[in-house]
């Protein structure tokens, strides 16, 4: 299977891996206008408002788990699906632009993660894994989620050659080709029923003899005839031939007996984590774990603090829609510095020329 797409998600050219810390401890004596935790599109976004805000924002650019600066865009390539690029823009590249440019307003980065929060007491007070104490009197949460793995051998390895946590993003390079979406809610029936539309043929694979998705979506799956059905199956093992996937192995969860089916990719859809660990008992959060904010806003239930991105958003996570609330975050945290309302929280540098003066 020499033509299987390969979608690299190797982060070449992703800013620096979070592992060491170079947060200034200058940054310590003052108390900050805001901080925004997480720099992916959502906390970019919010560090570019807000900069423009003259607020002087903080951005911690650290990842849970010590993953990649950057988000999920630092693991994947073609971004196809994002405005303001006709021909594609590589996802490290968009990150990268997209930092630069809260770097040129001002923003200020510190790599490393947060390990505490304090958001009991104004300022609140975030502490890094350094020790760096850091104090603000708004906070944006831009932490994200990261989807739901397997755990299976061969999962890492064919990460994105192969194998992907969203259709919509990696479905188009998969035309014509044999794909298998594990899970059994709305969300792998919906994945599904969008990949028919690129492969030729979707098998959904299901650990029970039933599915957990609505009636109407197992009707429009079980109507089209792309998509075939694996039950009482799990995935054991996810095979590849020269760096691309070209199968599974699957175990009958009733016998436990094994087979292979032949696959060009792999998507999840079993859910997400939110990354939320650090606000435990603190923020509300839903019972999927995501933060609670008051919609049409992006606070929380603690004044002051703010959430956007994947983090808050369970339906939609693209990252359009997270730069999206990053830039209402940041205008939320603006309006809130300044005690309400729809003035500026900083004073303009210059004073105005006016009539007759």
């Known amino acids: 299977m020499a033509d ?23 940054l310590a004596e003052e108390v900050h206008e805001t901080i925004i935790i997480g720099s992916g599109p959502a906390g ?24 990649p ?22 996802g490290p590249e968009l990150i990268q632009n997209m930092r630069d440019q809260a770097a040129r307003f001002g923003t200020r980065f510190i790599t490393e993660d947060v390990t505490s929060v304090d958001l009991t007491a104004d300022p609140k007070t975030l502490t890094t894994a350094s020790g760096l104490q850091l104090r603000a ?9 990261k989807p739901r793995r397997l755990e299976v ?9 192969g194998v992907s946590a969203c259709a919509t993003c990696d479905g188009f390079f998969f035309r014509d080709k044999h794909v298998i979406v594990v899970g059994g809610g709305d969300s792998a029936m919906e994945e599904a029923m969008f990949l028919t539309k690129f492969a030729s043929k979707v098998t959904v694979v299901h650990r029970r003899d039933q599915l957990r998705a609505s009636v109407i979506m197992q009707e429009r799956a079980f109507a089209n005839e792309r998509v075939e059905f694996a039950f ?16 599974v192995v699957l175990t009958d969860t009733v016998t436990g007996e094994q087979r292979t ?8 859809a079993i859910g997400h984590i939110p990354n939320t660990w650090l606000f435990d008992d603190v923020l509300e959060t839903d019972e999927e774990g995501y933060l609670v904010v008051d919609e049409p806003s992006t606070a929380t239930n603690t004044p002051g603090v703010f959430a956007c991105g994947d983090v808050m958003d369970h339906t939609y996570r693209q990252a359009v829609t997270a730069a999206g ?14 005690g309400g309302g729809g003035v500026t929280a900083v004073a303009p540098a210059v004073e105005p020329a006016t009539v007759g003066s």
């Open 4 to 26: 299987t797409p390969q979608i690299s998600l190797t982060p070449a050219g992703a800013p620096a891996q979070a592992t060491a810390p170079n947060g200034d401890p200058e």
């Open 325 to 338: 609330t990053g830039c209402r975050a940041a205008m939320d945290a603006e309006r809130w510095l300044a």
């Open 137 to 145: 009197r708004s906070l944006i949460i831009a932490t994200g989620a």
């Open 153 to 161: 051998p061969g999962e890492d390895e064919l990460w994105g050659s």
């Open 69 to 90: 600066t950057g988000g999920q865009l630092t693991l994947t390539t073609d971004v196809e699906n994002f405005p303001g690029f006709a021909d594609g823009v590589m």
């Open 232 to 247: 009482n199956a799990t995935v054991s093992e996810i095979t590849g031939d020269g760096g691309l996937m070209n199968g």
């Open 44 to 67: 970019l976004t919010a560090a570019i408002y807000a900069a423009r805000a003259s607020l002087a924002p903080i951005l911690i650019e650290g990842v849970l788990d010590g993953g």
């Open 261 to 268: 089916l032949a696959a060009d990719g792999l998507f999840l």
